[in-house]
């Protein structure tokens, strides 16, 4: 990860800390070993295990169920461009005690890079530990290629104070190229304060066609939460 990007993410992520006295403001900023979405690495840079992501974001939650976003995180994966930008909005509310729903549009914008750009429209269901989420690509294009849909299953469950156990697992389908699937198995431990420590076995399938962005691999993160 260039020094550049580095620095320009920090200033970025540093100018919404003073917005944080809001009370329906919160803000993350984060420290990661392997930037993987999807399963794939962010990072085409090098075939290491660590290829290290400063990420970070906000979110505005209205009272009456709105909600709108940010998040950043460095990249390395496109020519002229080392920054990822997603910028979100949506809707969550109850269909019933216990079950909510989410639906929203969401949209990746890569500087200096914008054929890549994509925005996806999503719905969510959520139940207790157990969550499911459908993306649908609207924009042009899906990162460059073919329009996509992409369908994620999660469980988070905390098994013992502060320690919380979670599993994943997505498929991505092209209109037209390979498709895959990934998954992710960790936990996260919560060490106060706001701050947090997490740990996952990252990865996704079809490796003999995407090479070694796919690779599984350990991911650890540093989150601190305001």
Do not use: C, H
Not at 51 to 61: C, R, S, T, W
Not at 131 to 158: I, N, P, R
């Amino acid at each position: 990860m260039k020094f550049a990007s580095k620095k320009t993410l920090l200033v970025s992520l540093l100018a919404v800390v003073p917005f944080v006295a809001s009370a329906q403001l919160s803000s993350n900023i984060s420290l990661t070993s392997n930037y993987k979405f999807r399963g794939q690495d962010q990072d085409l840079g090098s075939t290491k295990n660590f290829k290290p992501a400063l990420q970070g974001g906000f979110d505005y939650a209205f009272s009456n169920g709105f909600y709108v976003g940010n998040w950043n995180s460095s990249v390395s994966w496109l020519s002229g461009n080392s920054l990822e930008v997603d910028v979100y909005g949506g809707y969550k509310g109850e269909l019933s005690p216990g079950l909510g729903y989410d639906v929203g549009v969401l949209t990746y914008a890569y500087p200096g890079a914008s054929a890549a750009d994509t925005t996806e429209v999503y719905g969510g269901l959520s139940y207790g530990p157990l969550s499911a989420k459908y993306s649908q690509t609207v924009s042009d294009q899906y990162f460059g290629g073919s329009k996509a849909s992409y369908l994620s299953f999660g469980y988070a469950q905390e098994i013992s104070k502060g320690l919380t156990l979670k599993v994943s697992a997505g498929m991505t389908n092209f209109k037209t190229g390979t498709d895959f699937s990934d998954y992710s198995v960790g936990v996260s431990y919560d060490l106060g304060e706001g701050f947090s420590l997490g740990g996952a076995y990252v990865g996704a399938t079809k490796k003999s066609f995407y090479g070694t962005p796919n690779d599984g691999r350990m991911v650890l993160s540093l989150t601190k939460a305001m």
